[in-house]
T-cell receptor, first 115, second 110 residues
Framework: EAQVTQNPRYLITVTGKKLTVTCSQN?????MSWYRQDPGLGLRQIYY???????DKGDVPEGYKVSRKEKRNFPLILESPSPNQTSLYFC??????????????FGPGTRLTVL | QKEVEQNSGPLSVPEGAIASLNCTYS??????FFWYRQYSGKSPELIMS????GDKEDGRFTAQLNKASQYVSLLIRDSQPSDSATYLC??????????FGQGTELSVKP
């Protein structure tokens, strides 16, 4: 089944404890992206990647890191999480590097709480 | 001004009525426009994409684009309770960005 997977789906952690949220897609998509969703603010793009080893900042990259060493994986790293990073996170992918111009497929989401 | 703006709602319509959802965007060079549906606690799913001025119909859904007015809308005909969800308008930004509006919550009453 073609899909985007994220792990973990739910995570409660404490301030300053490094964490990684994994994202993987099995559709051979070139473009991958991370979003966070907060009430009243909608979906905001954190980072995106048009291809392996190519990553760019979205609108809210502060406090996050990403890497794209393989086409299928795009992990989101929070080196020192803070409570304002409590949010619902989505990974998405699309077939072509024109990620903003074509349909994006979303993963199931990761609900992160930072205490 | 936000880059993509939607009325947050909630928009309430009776079953069988037409629901009209609106979206405006600020970047005149945007070329790709999308409507996503998101049920509570779930991930967004694409329901319509539109790239040129005019109307695009898919079943009960019609997307309308007016680039001169920087306006895109979604009409849902014969609304069903299962259409109750948040509808997200998205517009391509510079580079590989996709910019979302804050979403409009739709409630279809039986």
């Amino acid at each position: 089944e073609a899909q985007v997977t994220q792990n973990p789906r739910y995570l409660i952690t404490v301030t300053g404890k490094k964490l990684t949220v994994t994202c993987s897609q099995n559709m051979n998509h070139e473009y991958m992206s991370w979003y966070r969703q907060d009430p009243g603010l909608g979906l905001r793009q954190i980072y995106y990647s048009m291809n392996v080893e190519v990553t760019d900042k979205g609108d809210v990259p502060e406090g996050y890191k990403v890497s794209r060493k393989e086409k299928r994986n795009f992990p989101l790293i929070l080196e020192s999480p803070s409570p304002n990073q409590t949010s619902l996170y989505f990974c998405a992918s699309s077939l072509t590097p024109r990620g903003g111009g074509v349909e994006q497929f979303f993963g199931p989401g990761t609900r992160l709480t930072v205490l | 001004q936000k880059e993509v703006e939607q009325n947050s709602g909630p928009l309430s319509v009776p079953e069988g009525a037409i629901a009209s959802l609106n979206c405006t965007y600020s970047d005149r060079v945007s070329q790709s426009f999308f409507w996503y549906r998101q049920y509570s606690g779930k991930s967004p799913e694409l329901i319509m994409s539109i790239y040129s001025n005019g109307d695009k119909e898919d079943g009960r859904f019609t997307a309308q684009l007016n680039k001169a007015s920087q306006y895109v809308s979604l009409l849902i005909r014969d609304s069903q309770p299962s259409d109750s969800a948040t509808y997200l308008c998205a517009v391509n930004g510079q580079g590989g960005k996709l910019i979302f509006g804050q979403g409009t919550e739709l409630s279809v009453k039986p």
